[in-house]
T-cell receptor, first 113, second 109 residues
Framework: SAVISQKPSRDICQRGTSLTIQCQVD?????MFWYRQQPGQSLTLIAT?????????ESGFVIDKFPISRPNLTFSTLTVSNMSPEDSSIYLC??????????FGQGTRLTVV | DAKTTQPPSMDCAEGRAANLPCNHS???????VYWYRQIHSQGPQYIIHGLKNNETNEMASLIITEDRKSSTLILPHATLRDTAVYYCIVSRAAGDMRFGAGTRLTVKP
């Protein structure tokens, strides 16, 4: 199994500011995934991050709003830019481990005021 | 849009088997059926997955119909700690997960 650490676990931010969320994995992985879970909703895939290439964004998500870095095989960051209250959500990173299992971090609970 | 249909909620008595159904009538031949659960305020947890054969592990059993258009997740002896939202997902690969609304399972004493 893969152990995923996300930082921060939660934050309260002012609108118009940006927050960078870190995701650290205890093993090397090719792909990392970022999800958003809005209050009371299910998870929505934001983007797929491969090391050494640009992230691939899902429909409705753009790089200017959610820039992603993937500097090595164990680490990725997601930035939520120019935040508004609508960005208040839980943001989760995920990796695929052995035998086709996806593992998720515990998430970053973001509140924008 | 999610490619699965699940009941929004179910109840189960503690100690009894919980049978969670999932319809995936448009599943492709190379798509797996995955089950995850999310206990309140935690990240989703892998339960089990399968392609066409029934699968069993230490957590649950997965029964997939012969035509692969539906499946059932079975928790053989539900406990209060199994109370969670259960997601059935069909996907070619584990990373490309499209979550639906899931089934909120409540295990009652």
């Amino acid at each position: 199994s893969a152990v995923i650490s996300q930082k921060p676990s939660r934050d309260i931010c002012q609108r118009g500011t940006s927050l960078t969320i870190q995701c650290q994995v205890d093993s090397q992985v090719t792909m990392m995934f970022w999800y958003r879970q809005q209050p009371g909703q299910s998870l929505t895939l934001i983007a797929t991050a491969n090391q050494g290439s640009e992230a691939t964004y899902e429909s409705g998500f753009v790089i200017d709003k959610f820039p992603i870095s993937r500097p090595n095989l164990t680490f990725s960051t997601l930035t939520v830019s120019n935040m508004s209250p609508e960005d208040s959500s839980i943001y989760l990173c995920s990796v695929v481990g052995d035998r086709g299992k996806a593992f998720f971090g515990q998430g970053t609970r973001l509140t924008v005021v | 849009d999610a490619k699965t249909t699940q009941p929004p909620s179910m109840d189960c008595a503690e100690g009894r088997a919980a049978n969670l159904p999932c319809n995936h009538s448009t599943i492709s031949g190379n798509e797996y059926v995955y089950w995850y659960r999310q206990i309140h305020s935690q990240g989703p947890q892998y339960i089990i997955h399968g392609l066409k054969n029934n699968e069993t592990n230490e957590m649950a059993s997965l029964i997939i119909t012969e035509d692969r258009k539906s499946s059932t997740l079975i928790l053989p002896h539900a406990t209060l700690r199994d109370t969670a939202v259960y997601y059935c997902i069909v996907s070619r690969a584990a990373g490309d997960m499209r979550f639906g609304a899931g089934t909120r399972l409540t295990v009652k004493p």
